[in-house]
């Protein structure tokens, strides 16, 4: 069954260009040509993801933002902004929007994430899988075995050590580019695949400061500016602090270059 899309934006041209973008990949595709449209929609049901632009005549893509997380809290939606809304992409993420592109965004880049969008969608409900069918293992040896209840409930994540040009390793980081895990200090640390992509430019770049621009075009394809790398790159950063950072007010590892970008500081 076709994974389903909605797009809403009120520029009829862009609407049918994503539209046929998608569409070519056999996703099952919905247009509204507003947000009051795209509601009327969703009160059918829920969508595997949809594309909101924020600039709309009548109800504006912020606003319909609102709506979709109280309809539906796990519905990824991805935000359609120009370089002059960057500000109002940001607050769309710090609102509950799982990402953004900028207009006019490449096929390939739109088709490469939405399937990472998607994919990632799918991670909680997979590891939830796993982790019961790890405990029930552990259960059922426990019971064979006579071992102490207090054994432990889940196994150590570790990396195989295979093709050498798999993983980059720097301090306690270690980045498995296949799986696009990040290891810290043996410790699993889950990130977002557009989260995973910085820190790899980071751990590249180590110990060199990357540019605002550099750090955006590496790891999301962007050719920007440096104002507007550094709008694009804030968010991802206090987020990899989040996930990384004892505390992430004083960050330990991701330096801010004082109007220049950040550095991996080991």
């Known amino acids: 069954m076709a994974l389903t899309i909605l797009i809403?934006?009120?520029?009829?041209?862009?609407?049918?260009?994503?539209?046929?973008?998608l569409t070519k990949e056999e996703f099952d595709v919905t247009s509204a040509s507003s947000g009051e449209e795209a509601l009327q929609f969703l009160q059918a049901g829920a969508y595997d993801l949809?594309?909101?632009?924020?600039?709309?005549?009548?109800?504006?893509?912020?606003?319909?933002?609102?709506?979709?997380?109280s309809l539906y809290p796990e519905m990824p939606v991805l935000i359609l902004t120009a370089h002059a809304a960057l500000d109002s992409a940001i607050e769309a993420v710090r609102q509950?929007?799982?990402?953004?592109?900028?207009?006019?965004?490449?096929?390939?880049?739109?088709?490469?994430?939405?399937?990472?969008?998607?994919a990632e969608q799918k991670q909680p409900q997979r590891q939830r899988e796993i982790l019961f069918k790890i405990q029930n293992l552990v259960s059922e040896f426990?019971?064979?075995s006579g071992k102490?209840?207090?054994m432990?409930?889940?196994?150590?994540?570790?990396?195989?050590?295979?093709?050498?040009?798999?993983?980059?390793?720097?301090?306690?980081?270690?980045?498995d580019l296949h799986a696009r895990h990040l290891m810290m200090e043996n410790n699993f640390i889950p990130l977002s695949p557009s989260n995973?992509?910085?820190?790899?430019?980071?751990?590249?770049?180590?110990?060199?400061?990357?540019?605002?621009?550099?750090?955006?075009?590496?790891?999301?394809?962007?050719?920007?500016?440096?104002?507007?790398?550094?709008e694009m790159a804030r968010w991802r950063i206090h987020e990899l602090r989040k996930a990384l950072e004892p505390?992430?007010?004083?960050?330990?590892?991701?330096?801010?270059?004082?109007?220049?970008?950040?550095?991996?500081?080991l």
Request: net charge negative; charged share 25%.
């Open 196 to 230: 995973f992509d910085y820190m790899v430019t980071l751990v590249r770049h180590c110990p060199n400061a990357v540019a605002y621009e550099v750090l955006v075009s590496e790891s999301q394809g962007y050719e920007v500016t440096r104002y507007e790398g550094r």
């Open 148 to 150: 102490p209840e207090d």
């Open 96 to 118: 509950g929007a799982r990402d953004y592109l900028v207009k006019p965004a490449d096929p390939p880049l739109i088709i490469a994430r939405v399937n990472e969008i998607l």
């Open 142 to 144: 426990q019971q064979l």
């Open 8 to 21: 809403v934006d009120d520029e009829e041209n862009l609407r049918k260009t994503l539209s046929r973008i």
């Open 50 to 69: 949809a594309f909101i632009d924020l600039l709309m005549t009548g109800m504006d893509g912020m606003t319909l933002l609102g709506e979709i997380r």
């Open 247 to 265: 505390d992430p007010k004083k960050p330990r590892f991701i330096i801010t270059v004082r109007g220049s970008g950040y550095r991996l500081a």
């Open 152 to 175: 432990p409930t889940s196994l150590p994540l570790t990396l195989p050590a295979t093709d050498p040009s798999r993983f980059l390793h720097r301090g306690p980081f270690t980045l």
